[in-house]
């Protein structure tokens, strides 16, 4: 009777492990590639879980109502008065402003590398003071005053990076509106801008932002 009681007892304790085992087994899988949402500054971040606890954040969100800027737009003519330049080996043509280059046999308009220079500044221009420093600002290009070694050269202003903390009254017309960490800015020419109001009721534009030549 004894052994019987013994082996009974066995048994049930051996069924009782091998419930458990295989509930404990089942939470242990279902956590197996679960995700968890969390916020950051307004955008919400995947988190997956890994061994090195790493996420992958979100690209930039668009304005899917945003009408895409023209500066890429073609052209069959070019401006009668307009000036060909050369940078670094390629063509560029120049009026009032705005940068024209190849494209087959009609012409782009694009937006100049930095580096690029032009003798005159395009009508209309804002003058920018920043410490003891003068940009220019003209149809989202920046522009800086240089100091040429060579009396033939002409060529004294820029186009150039804005620094941080510019402000302006105005930005371009087909500048893009895009939301990062929840907060709206204004992106063009890889310039972000940041829109505020004055305490009379203005609004201005502060480069928050400008993308390093190396990294366009």
Sequence with gaps: MKTLRSILGLS??????LTFGEVHGQKRSNKIGVKTERKMGGNSVGK?????DRFR???????????YPHHRRVVRTLPRYHVRLVHRGLPYFYYSGIYYTLYGDEYMVVMP???FRISVLPVGHVRIVVGHSVFYYHSGVYYSE????SSDNNEKYEVTQPPVGVILCEIHKDSE?????????????DVFYKK???YDGKTTYEVVYSKPQNDI
């Design 146 to 149: 240089t100091v040429s070694t």
């Design 57 to 67: 954040t979100q690209p930039i969100r668009r304005n899917p109502n945003y009408r």
């Design 12 to 17: 049930l304790l051996l069924v009782f492990f």
């Design 177 to 189: 509106e895009i939301i990062i960490d929840g907060k709206v800015l204004f992106e063009y020419n």
């Design 113 to 115: 590398p930095r580096g």
């Design 48 to 52: 997956a879980y890994r061994a090195d």
């Design 196 to 198: 505020n109001s004055t």
